[in-house]
């Protein structure tokens, strides 16, 4: 029997689980289909910032980056958080405009974001080719984290208070009576030799755990959960790729997004360049295959911005899933019916860095029942209601 | 092999920090990799896996577990010899 049962062990789902845990609250169950890290939580960029268009993400990543901060201290794991800002780049009049409106907004969210002119892009990247770059943003607060260690620190973290973590284990199933869930169908799993395809097998015979609560923080995958109650959610998987290059010595300060193409890089704390940019189609539905299209696309775009970079080499590539909505804005907090259901998705490759700021917010929503205006806001009735939400810092 | 015996050269990973990889739960070779970082480096893992996965099998127990997943390219190619390419029809 578990007090509340949280579907995926993604960032987001170990968050909430810590975080129920902290509040008091015992017999949390954090289920995986596959093991930490395997979907987008481990692997994103890490990049974590407050240049947002929304007051909301301005003031949740605030919040989020204070607690990155705090973090190696919390957890007592190294998530190798670096704060060198993040700049975006804007190539037309239209998009210099928005990243000022943006600037202005920021500033009265508290934020020390600035324009910055060719000259001083230069000095922040000497290396930035500025040709038809009209103008930037800079937030010197905006960050990048290794993502492993940041899942394993909330990983461990929940553990020793008391949360129970299945890494292969999937959802096969619920049981519910009266409009409630009364329980979750569960099965063990293992990789399939297929590994990229997505598919799991199943290792064993699936077995019934009885809840209280459910909370869906599946990324990609929740609409894929959702549907097993009924619960029709508008999400739409999207493939992002992304790479890392050897790794050079400490040169790079920021990260670098524009957003005209989707290419966004930044250099980890291992020393290797890592970025993606948008590639346009991908395939339907989930998918984690690497494309070569990728590669020589991200290759054209990155040494366009940095041709001194043409002689550095690629090691790997990689893919991971966003999880994207109709209006650019996450699905979060409890459902109609059944009533017990708490839904935490649709983050739009957002959600390793909100997921800190959530995980509170979530726990704080399950364990007490309480509906923020927030959470109001950002609920799964509002696109029936035809009440969007608006976001347009959107990378890829 | 002893403990401070080099499993993967590229990124430094003895055989004691696979052990303790597994004894902090990280069972499959999967997490392992992540863990430890072992095949992440300028190899790819083409040298370090099959020692990798023999010791995984020998401390669980278990059958030798799959390769972990290739990721291309399959040698470091400059990002200037990649831009140059077109850009091909598959997905």
């Known amino acids: 029997m578990a007090r509340v049962v949280v579907i995926g062990a993604g960032i987001m789902g170990l968050a909430t689980a810590y975080n129920l845990a902290k509040r008091g609250v015992r017999d949390v169950l954090v289920v995986d289909r596959t093991y930490l890290c395997g ?16 007051e909301t993400n301005i003031r949740l990543m605030r919040e989020s980056i204070a607690i990155c901060r705090d973090f190696a201290t919390e957890m007592k794991i190294n998530v190798w958080f670096r704060q060198g800002g993040y700049l975006f780049l804007a190539r037309s009049a239209e998009r210099a405009r928005a990243l000022e409106e943006n600037v ?15 000259a001083e892009m230069r000095k922040i990247v000497p290396e930035l080719a500025t040709e038809g770059v009209r103008a930037a943003s800079f937030n010197p607060g905006d960050g990048v984290v290794f993502p492993w260690p940041f899942v394993w620190g909330y990983a461990r973290a929940a553990e020793d208070l008391g949360v129970t973590i299945r890494p292969f284990t999937e959802v096969v199933g619920f049981e ?29 015979d699936a077995t019934t755990e009885a809840c209280d609560e459910v ?20 999400n739409k998987p999207h493939r992002h790729e992304i790479c890392a290059t050897e790794p050079l010595k400490p040169w790079l300060g920021p990260l670098v997004a524009d957003l ?3 290419l966004y890089f930044s250099q980890s704390m291992r020393g290797e360049i890592v970025g993606g940019v948008a590639v346009d189609p ?28 043409a002689g550095v080499r690629v090691l790997r590539q990689w893919a991971g899933c966003y999880d994207l909505t109709p209006d650019g804005g996450p699905i979060v907090g409890r459902v109609a019916d059944p009533t017990n259901l708490t839904l935490a998705c649709g983050f739009m490759g957002h959600g390793f860095m909100m997921a800190p700021v959530m995980g509170r917010l979530l726990a704080e929503h399950v364990d007490t029942g309480e509906t923020s205006e927030l959470f109001a806001r950002w609920s799964l009735d509002r696109f029936a209601r035809g009440d969007l939400v608006h976001e347009n810092m959107i990378i890829g | 092999m002893t403990a401070k015996a080099m499993l993967c050269r590229c990124e430094d990973v003895t055989l004691d920090e696979v052990m303790e990889a597994l004894e902090a739960g990280h069972q499959d070779i999967e997490s392992v990799k992540r863990y430890t970082g072992f095949g992440t480096g300028w190899c790819q893992g083409k040298q370090c896996v099959v020692a ?40």
């Open chain 1, 215 to 234: 909370v869906i923080c599946a990324g990609a995958w929740s609409p894929k959960v959702a549907a097993l109650l009924g619960v029709a959610l508008p």
């Open chain 2, 52 to 91: 990798c996965a023999r010791v995984l099998a020998k401390a669980t127990g278990k059958a030798p577990q799959l390769p972990i997943t290739p990721r291309p390219p399959l040698h470091p190619v400059a990002l200037g010899v990649l831009a140059s390419l077109g850009d091909s029809e598959e997905g």
């Open chain 1, 260 to 262: 005209t193409d989707g």
């Open chain 1, 176 to 204: 519910t009576s009266n409009g409630r869930i009364t329980g979750v169908r569960l099965r063990p799993t293992r990789l399939s030799p297929l590994d990229a395809s997505d598919e799991v097998l199943p290792a064993g």
């Open chain 1, 104 to 118: 202005a907004l920021q500033n009265r969210c508290g934020l020390p974001t600035r324009m910055v002119d060719a």
């Open chain 1, 282 to 309: 991908v395939p339907e539905g989930i998918n984690q295959q690497s494309s070569r299209r990728f590669l020589t696309t991200y290759s054209r775009a990155l040494v366009g911005a940095v041709p001194v970079l």
């Open chain 1, 39 to 54: 979907g987008a939580s481990g692997r994103n960029g890490g990049g974590v910032r407050a240049q947002f268009s929304s």
